[in-house]
């Protein structure tokens, strides 16, 4: 599961140069629809929600696959891949934030140390410079990942009620297939514009690769861990996802990261790690997007 987020960054990275942001979500969101689809008819979990509950579905939907996922597409078309991944890894820092600040939950010192010591490293991980520099050529791109970071977060708290009414699995396939319909629209100038006959077999790849397996699939794997581990155990292997995405960029992309960009990520990664262990974790949306929720993010 770790694996399959942590090479997402890199394969999306590759397919962006052939097919613009927006076309690429147009074309992987179908193939994550159908997999959910599939995946709960299979269990037979296959049903509809209750009609008091359509409409805040559906804000929760265009929140998480629509805000989300153009901010995420866009900033990663405009960033390197380790970058958005390590800074993807700050949305419990920003889960953490919001959830007290709406009264979900109260937290000791330690985590909020370790909150303020992952938000603390973003200069880093942004500049690749002790102190923030605005002048590289991927600060926009970066910007935007962390405005996906923040709304992510938004939507896990927002999607805590859903969860305990109706369990992860279902919610997001629910605001999932929502989140198809606002994107499609979204992509459809860019897709009609782009000759998909003329596209690579690597392109396609990487269309069914961020459709099928970073969503489908990784949502089958992240449940089969919680079965068998629990929650909050599984939700530590999560934290490998940008230390994997920053050795797949390196050898695959050629993304050589500066020394203060290792110790940004260092230091996101184990305050992000050491602020959860002692926390018991809150209902959220799916694994960490699914996607806890954060993972059918990539």
């Known amino acids: 599961m770790s694996t399959i987020w942590g090479v997402n960054f890199v394969v999306i990275k590759t397919a962006l140069p052939d097919i613009p942001p927006l076309a690429f979500n147009a074309l992987r969101f179908p193939l994550a629809s159908l997999g959910m689809l599939a995946l709960l008819a299979s269990t037979g979990r296959l049903q509809w929600p209750d009609r008091e ?10 929140i998480a696959n629509v805000g989300y ?21 700050t949305i419990p820092a920003w889960t953490t934030i919001l959830s007290t600040w709406v009264g979900h939950e ?31 050529a991927t600060w926009v791109g ?8 923040m709304t992510w977060a938004l939507y896990t708290v927002g999607a805590r009620g859903m969860i305990s009414k109706y369990g992860s699995t279902r919610v997001t396939a629910w605001t999932l297939w929502i989140g198809t319909l606002g994107i499609l629209p979204i992509g ?27 969503i489908a699939l990784a949502y ?4 089969q861990g919680v079965k068998a581990l629990g929650n909050a155990r599984t939700a530590i292997y999560q934290n490998a996802v940008p230390v994997l995405a920053l050795v797949a960029a390196w050898i695959w992309l050629g993304e050589t990261p500066r020394t203060a960009q290792v110790v940004g ?24 997007g699914s996607h806890r929720a954060e993972s059918l993010r990539p």
Do not use: H, M
């Not at 140390?113 to 590289?136: N, Q, T, Y």
């Not at 970066?142 to 970071?149: E, V, W």
């Not at 990520?265 to 960490?288: N, Q």
């Open 53 to 62: 509950d359509v409409a805040r579905l559906v804000g929760l939907g265009l």
């Open 69 to 89: 996922q153009v901010l995420f597409i866009v900033g990663l078309d405009r960033t390197t891949a380790g970058n958005a991944s390590v800074l993807l890894a």
């Open 106 to 136: 109260r937290l000791p010192l330690r985590v909020w140390i370790g909150v303020g010591a992952a938000l603390a490293a973003i200069p880093l991980v942004v500049s690749g410079e002790v102190g923030l520099a605005f002048g590289g």
């Open 142 to 149: 970066d910007l935007l990942i962390i405005a996906a970071a």
């Open 188 to 214: 459809a100038p860019d897709l009609g514009r782009l000759d998909l006959t003329a596209l690579s077999l690597g392109a396609w790849f990487a269309v069914a690769y961020a459709g099928l397996l970073a």
């Open 220 to 223: 089958i794997l992240w449940n």
């Open 265 to 288: 990520a260092a230091v996101i990664v184990v305050s992000v790690t050491w602020a959860k262990r002692p926390v018991r974790a809150p209902a959220d949306a799916g694994p960490p």
